[in-house]
Every structure is written in C-alpha cells, then in structure tokens.
C-alpha cells in the first residue's frame, strides 16, 4: 500500500491568522521532537489574506531550547522568505528548514502599517523517523 502525505506530515501553527498593524512580533514555537518523532525537514507556509498597507518582513529563527533564538543560517534554508506588500494579497509563500535545531519559528516585522494586513503561517514536519506520524 502506498503511504499518503496524511502519513509523513504534522502541521503545526506558526502564527496565529490575525490583523496586524505595525510592530514586532514573534511566531509560535514549532518542536520538530513533536511527539517524540524528531522530524528533520519542516517547511513554513505563510498565507497573505488581505494586506491594505505597510510592508511585512519575515526572519526564520533556530534554537537548542525553545528559549535562546539565532537568526537561521541561510545554508540550512530552502527558497526566500517573503516580504510582503499590499500588491501581495491572498498569496502562499513556502521556506523550508534543514538544519539540526530541534525549536524553529518566524519572526515578522509590520512597517508602514496603518491598519496593515491579515496574514498567518504554518510549520509542516516532514521526514520523522518513524511513520506513520501521529497527529
């Protein structure tokens, strides 16, 4: 039989859908150890809803234990994180992640933002090592 993506993959959040205007904000920590499987590729998928104004840009952050956060080196980076304008809206953005960080997320920076944009992501695991993972 064969096995269906259902079967390899966990997504888990990686920012909340919601408004935001300008500032700083950090995304939702993703453990690639989830359910102890140790998963060694993860992709984020960002989805741009409806963005009015500002510029949106992305860092993808690494660390050993959830707490202390290092700027990922782009070898361990597929593709290029996005920035975002208005022209951008209702558009999917993938990067992926290969590095040995066990903790990975997105960080954004809203600039020019009067009221700004609706956007969020998500953090598929892929490559654990077992499967079927377990949802």
């Given at each position: 039989m064969r096995t269906s993506l259902y079967q390899t993959v966990v997504p888990l959040p990686a920012f909340d859908i919601e408004l935001r205007?300008?500032?700083?904000?950090?995304g939702i920590?993703?453990?690639r150890g989830y359910k102890d499987n140790f998963f060694r590729t993860s992709m984020f998928i960002i989805h741009a809803g409806t963005i009015t104004d500002g510029?949106?840009?992305f860092v993808m952050e690494d660390s050993d234990n959830?707490?202390?956060w290092n700027t990922a080196d782009a070898k361990y980076m597929q593709g290029t994180l996005p920035t975002i304008l208005a022209?951008?809206?209702d558009k999917v953005y993938?990067?992926?992640?290969l590095g040995p960080a066990r903790y990975v997320r997105l960080t954004a920076s809203v600039a020019n933002g009067a009221t700004g944009g609706t956007w969020g992501a998500v953090c598929i695991n892929s490559d654990g090592r077992r499967e079927p993972?377990?949802?």
């Amino acid at each position: 039989m064969r096995t269906s993506l259902y079967q390899t993959v966990v997504p888990l959040p990686a920012f909340d859908i919601e408004l935001r205007a300008t500032g700083d904000y950090d995304g939702i920590t993703v453990d690639r150890g989830y359910k102890d499987n140790f998963f060694r590729t993860s992709m984020f998928i960002i989805h741009a809803g409806t963005i009015t104004d500002g510029t949106i840009t992305f860092v993808m952050e690494d660390s050993d234990n959830g707490s202390s956060w290092n700027t990922a080196d782009a070898k361990y980076m597929q593709g290029t994180l996005p920035t975002i304008l208005a022209a951008d809206a209702d558009k999917v953005y993938s990067v992926g992640y290969l590095g040995p960080a066990r903790y990975v997320r997105l960080t954004a920076s809203v600039a020019n933002g009067a009221t700004g944009g609706t956007w969020g992501a998500v953090c598929i695991n892929s490559d654990g090592r077992r499967e079927p993972v377990t949802h």
